[in-house]
Each structure stands twice: as C-alpha cells, then as structure tokens.
C-alpha cells in the first residue's frame, strides 16, 4: 500500500505573506501525523520564502513519522541537512522566479554534480530521492548518480489539459516508475496531485508514497487540516 507525505511549506507561506507568528508549521505537522499521514515534507528555499531554518528544525525535532527535506544540491542546504539528518533528502532544482519547483532536476546535464552531493548526504547516513521527470534516461541517471529513491515529478501529468494527454503523460509516469523498480529504487511522485487526479493510480503498485501539499492546504481552508489529511490519505489507502 501506497504512503502519503505531507507537505506543509504553504503553511509557513501564509504566516510569511503577513510576518505574523501564525499559522504555525510545525501545529501542521503535528496535525497531519494525527490525520495519519506516513511523512512530513519541507522545502527550505535559498531565498527562504516560506520555510524557515527554524521550521525545519523544530519539525525534524517533534515528527514520530518521519521528516522528508526538500533541499536544492547547495552546501548551504547540505551543511543544514547534514546538522538536522532528515530521515530522506530529496534533491531538487530550484530557481528564484519560480512560482514552485517547476521541473525535474537535469540528470543529463548535471549529473556529476548532483552525484557528488548524493555521495556527501548519504556519507552522513542520509537517504536520498531525486526529483526528476518521467524519462527514462533520467531513471537510468538518477541510479547511476547514487539515489536511493526517484521521486516523479507528476505536474505535467496534472496540468495536461486534454484526456488524451492526461493519458499519454500518465503512462510516462507510470513507465518511469516500472523502470525505476526494475533497478531496485524506491518511487515517490509527486506535484500538482490532487483529490482527483491520484484516483488515477489505483492499481498501481509502483509507487511507495505520494509527496502532497497545495491541494491539501487548499482543502483545509476549508475544511481543516485534519479532515482535509485523512480524506486523502483513505484515496491513497484505497488505491
Ligand atoms: N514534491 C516535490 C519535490 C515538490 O517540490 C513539491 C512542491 O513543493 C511537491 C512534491 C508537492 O507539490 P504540490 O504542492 O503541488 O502538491
């Protein structure tokens, strides 16, 4: 059965778009492992837009499940995750005028380079996922650059417009995903998944968890966190 992790950073978005104290990230985190997700997940951005360290640290102190630390391959981030040891880093490209992390990372180009920080995270006993899109050259390059787990990015399969589309993208998706298991990685996905489209991997066995925040949070302004948790988690449960 499929696990889910919860992403939390628009929480902190919302307290950062007023400098207020509140909401509090880390009551978030609370709440979601009492709505029984399997993991919590936050990015701390280089230009610190809604994570903050403090979150980080405070949330890797307090969680029972576990901390999955979105970090780009920076020796900032690498000094701060090999200080606080998340339970998984999941490396991830980042650029300042993105809205949100808009593309897998590009193993093709850059795949030395993102080695090197593989080999320093796990040399501090830390596991590490690689955000990459659904290529299969990507797969390939993210076992040879030492990750433990690829997480798919599946924004492109959310945002396809058409239903032809949607299916054509969701086989990427599913084919990076039987590749990633045929070299013995572990598969996470995720971005852009929402109460509609994660019915889409019913029967899938492929994918370990599932990494969700905007639809989430969205939902839990309205309904409140915790239903909000738990009405996702029962989808995934029920996949
Ligand atoms: N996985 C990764 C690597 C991400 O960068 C994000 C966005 O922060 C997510 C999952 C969650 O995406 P969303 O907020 O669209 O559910």
Redesign the pocket.
Known sequence: MAGLAV?V?HVATLRQNRGTRYPEPVAAAVLVEMAGADGV?V?LREDRRHIQDRDVRVIREIVSTKMIF?MAATPEMIAIASEIKPHLV?L?PEKREEL??EGGMDLTRHGEFVAKAVAQLKGFGIPVSL?IDPDPTQVELAKQAGADII?IHTGAFCEASTEEEKKKRFAEVLAAARRAKGLDMGVNA????CYQTVGWFKGVSEIDEF?????IISRAVLVGLERAVREMVELVKQL
Do not use: R
């Open positions: 992403n950073d997940v990015h979105e999941t991830v949100t992390t955000f997480e995720g971005h852009g998944l990494s969700i925040g905007h639809s």
